[in-house]
Nanobody, 114 residues
Framework: QVQLVESGGGLGQAGGSLRLSCAAS????????MGWYRQDPGKQRELVAT???????NYADSVKGRFTITRDNAKNTVDLQMNSLKPEDTAVYYC????????WGQGTQVTVSS
């Protein structure tokens, strides 16, 4: 079993920055591609960024150029640096493998005010 704990969310202003962190514990595997997802109430969960074991990164068009995903395999953490925030970035953010394999954590709420 793997436990995922997301943190770092909060209230941000449009144009500002937030940094999210995800800590994985248990039977983790650094070979998996990791991703950050987000979900608005009533909408499907959206994959916004991925990073492979070899540090290859991909981003959804909606966040490209503004978000940066990083990982530290020694610490089993995955971070998401969010810059130039927009109100439409408001959502609950989750990390997991991509595609997801593990149970979801509680997520971390990001709210961006205009």
């Amino acid at each position: 079993q793997v436990q995922l704990v997301e943190s770092g969310g909060g209230l941000g202003q449009a144009g500002g920055s937030l940094r999210l962190s995800c800590a994985a514990s248990g039977r983790t595997d650094s070979r998996y591609t990791m991703g950050w997802y987000r979900q608005d109430p009533g909408k499907q969960r959206e994959l916004v960024a991925t990073i492979s074991s070899g540090r290859s990164r991909n981003y959804a068009d909606s966040v490209k150029g503004r978000f940066t995903i990083t990982r530290d395999n020694a610490k089993n953490t995955v971070d998401l640096q969010m810059n130039s925030l927009k109100p439409e970035d408001t959502a609950v953010y989750y990390c997991n493998t991509a595609p997801f394999r593990w149970s979801w954590g509680q997520g971390t709420q990001v709210t961006v005010s205009s």
